[in-house]
């Protein structure tokens, strides 16, 4: 990576000057006694509220796995409520640089709120690990040396099922959506898939975001002529909307697939009106290999319910984070080697080991996986080792 080999490198210059600009702050000008203090910003609120507090249970986990500590530092963290709202994004990123003066940044859920941290990190040269959010921009065009994800991008899981209907001849489909960054990705990942197999989506239906009424939606699709239907949702909006297509009547007439968040951490409250629902994903339940096997019942005995791919996520979040502190014996400013060691990590995850693609986001296994019995079992491989393309990233010096 360029920008980490430059000796006068943006982040060269940061390391040389953090000592002093460490010292007039009153922080430590070296890793010392003094706590790390890592920024959590997620959603505590609001229709991805169970999303932030998986983050949050499976980033604590890791962290009380190893005493508490990374790089042999003591951990305190700052969690900030985002409520999924853009508008608001800016504000809390400030107050947890500023005020709460936090060494690193561990964010978001929602691919709207995630450009707030993604903009600090790139014009402060913070470390940020993003542990959900998919807007492809941040290792796209916007990446940056000290920009890593943990998760996905949307586009990798719905490219994988649109592969996989592709591949069983599907021709036309439409997808629904909330219209967000997300939704949008996730459109055009299920298109590009489809496309290997001669499919296409021949519409994409809206619903502002987090709204929640899709009857009107629901009404259109019979007369789409289309032979099945994908969506992105998750969180409380991914409950009401695969229980308002059941009730429709929609689920003989129209299979409806979707990048696995559909029904990801909501299967008790969607209930029978999941059962045999097919989405891809980087993780399932059921998945058979020891750290998967190790995690599960950890988590569970800790957080008091099961581990779905978003405690994954915050999980390996801690995991990388602690490989970049490792290096440096908890010494956050030290982004070159921080950032170095991040980029090389071999990360032993519960969806199955993976590494990062240059541009920092998972290269990695998206399942095929069917609501059975209330879970959603892992029924084959849609895509082995998926990285996302990464198109546009310049890795700035
Ligand atoms: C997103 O906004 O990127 C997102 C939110 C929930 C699940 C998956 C992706």
Redesign the pocket.
């Known amino acids: 990576m360029q920008a980490l080999n430059q000796g006068n490198s943006a982040l060269g210059r940061r390391a040389v000057l953090a000592g002093v600009a460490g010292a007039a702050l009153g922080r430590p000008a070296i890793a010392g006694d003094a706590p790390l203090k890592l920024g959590l910003m997620l959603p505590y609120s609001g229709t991805?509220a169970a999303?932030g507090e998986n983050v949050t249970a499976g980033f604590e986990m890791l962290l009380a796995e190893r005493g508490g500590k990374l790089g042999g530092r003591a951990v305190t963290l700052v969690k900030v409520d985002d409520e999924s709202d853009p508008s608001k994004a800016p504000q809390n990123v400030s107050r947890l640089l500023g005020r709460d003066r936090v060494d690193v940044l561990v964010g978001t859920?929602?691919?709207?709120v995630?450009m707030a941290l993604v903009q600090a990190a790139r014009e402060r040269e913070v470390l940020l690990v993003i542990p959900?959010?998919?807007?492809a921009a941040a290792t796209r065009e916007l990446c940056a040396p000290t920009i890593f994800r943990t998760s996905f991008t949307?586009w990798q899981p719905a490219y994988g099922m649109g592969l996989v209907l592709g591949q069983r001849g599907v021709k036309k489909a439409a997808f629904v959506t909330w219209d967000?960054?997300?939704g949008r990705e996730a459109a055009e990942g299920f298109r590009d898939g489809l496309a290997v197999g001669g499919g296409e989506v021949t519409q994409v239906l809206t619903v502002p975001f987090p709204q929640t009424n899709f009857q009107p939606v629901l009404a259109q699709l019979p007369g789409l002529g289309v032979e099945a239907v994908g969506a992105f949702f998750?969180?409380g909006g991914a409950v009401q909307f695969v229980r308002d297509y059941a009730a429709a009547g929609l689920r003989a007439k129209l299979p409806l697939y979707g990048?696995g968040?559909l029904t990801e951490g909501t299967l008790a409250g969607q209930g029978d009106a999941a059962e045999g629902i097919q989405t891809a994903l980087h993780y399932g339940d059921g998945l058979d290999n020891p750290r998967n096997n190790a995690f599960r019942p950890a988590f569970k005995a800790r957080a008091g319910r099961e581990a779905d791919v978003f405690a994954v996520h915050g999980y390996d979040a801690a995991q990388l984070l602690a490989v970049g502190l490792d290096a440096t014996r908890g010494d956050a400013e030290s982004l070159r080697p921080i950032c170095a060691a991040m980029q090389a990590a071999s990360i032993d995850s519960p969806r199955g080991r993976f590494k990062l693609s240059p541009q920092h986001n998972p290269v990695q296994t998206i399942y095929l996986r069917e609501v059975r019995h209330g879970q959603n079992r892992v029924i084959g491989v849609a895509v082995p080792d998926l990285a996302d393309p990464g198109t546009g990233c310049r890795m700035p010096a």
């Open positions: 991805y999303l859920v929602h691919s709207g995630v959900n959010a998919g807007n949307n967000y960054a997300a998750s969180g990048p968040f």
